[in-house]
């Protein structure tokens, strides 16, 4: 069955920490994205990508990085964790059709509390 | 600034009331998502809507799309514990050069047993 995969589901991190928040999926879809949701508020688009090689920045301005080396596979990393980064991170895919936005389908998201 | 603004915030309810939320946009929209999150769970798509005075229904929940397509609204008849959670609206806006999701800040839906 088709889904898309986040690891860890929960992570509890010292400042300082270098982290990697992993996402995958396996419909295929050329467009992934990364959000950023505080417990009970809204998603907050973090960073974007439109397929292999291709990633942007998103609204909400973030220290992370992501890349985009296979179709199915967008990491997000942290070079320096710090406890404003405390939240829950959702990572989506959809598939690119031109002319119009598709619904969006999320992984079950990361916890991460830094300490 | 916001760009999808949502309402209410919060709405309790006693099992079998009926429950809306209201979405606006302060530009017209091509399309409007509608996404639900169960307590900690990930935002689930419920449905699209894209045409002017657009009505969808699944089940007990009614879509609306405005005629102006700049709001939207979503009505639940009967309202049932399942339907605990976070809805939220979502429209297509650009970010940079390119269109994005952008969410609403959602409506928190408790239905009392």
């Known amino acids: 069955e088709a889904d898309i995969y986040q690891t860890p589901r929960y992570l509890v991190i010292g400042t300082g920490k270098k982290i990697t928040l992993e996402c995958s999926q396996t419909?295929?879809?050329?467009?992934m994205y990364w959000y950023q949701q505080d417990p009970g508020m809204e998603l907050h688009l973090i960073h974007y990508?439109?397929?292999?090689?291709?990633?942007e920045k998103g609204d909400l301005s973030s220290e992370s990085t992501v890349s985009r080396i296979r179709t199915e596979h967008f990491p997000l990393t942290l070079e320096s964790a710090r406890p404003s980064h405390t939240s829950q991170y959702l990572c989506?895919?959809?598939?690119?059709?031109?002319?119009?936005?598709?619904?969006?389908?999320f992984g079950p998201g990361t916890r991460l509390t830094v300490l | 600034g916001q760009q999808v603004m949502q309402i209410p915030q919060y709405q309790h309810v006693q099992e079998g009331e009926d429950f809306t939320t209201y979405c606006n946009s302060s530009?017209?929209?091509?399309?409007i998502q509608w996404y639900k999150q169960r307590p900690g769970g990930h935002p689930v798509f419920l449905i699209q809507?894209?045409?002017?005075?657009e009505v969808k229904k699944q089940k007990r929940l009614t879509f609306q799309f405005g005629e102006a397509k700049k709001n939207s609204s979503l009505h639940i008849t009967a309202t049932q514990t399942t339907d605990v959670g976070t809805y939220f609206c979502?429209?297509?806006?650009?970010?940079?050069?390119?269109?994005?999701?952008?969410f609403g800040s959602g409506t928190q839906l408790t239905v009392l047993p």
């Open positions: 979502a429209g297509p806006y650009f970010s940079g050069s390119a269109r994005q999701l952008t």
């Open positions: 809507l894209v045409k002017s005075g």
């Open positions: 530009t017209t929209l091509s399309n």
């Open positions: 989506a895919s959809s598939e690119r059709r031109s002319g119009t936005i598709n619904e969006q389908f």
């Open positions: 419909m295929g879809h050329d467009k």
């Open positions: 990508s439109y397929g292999v090689n291709s990633t």
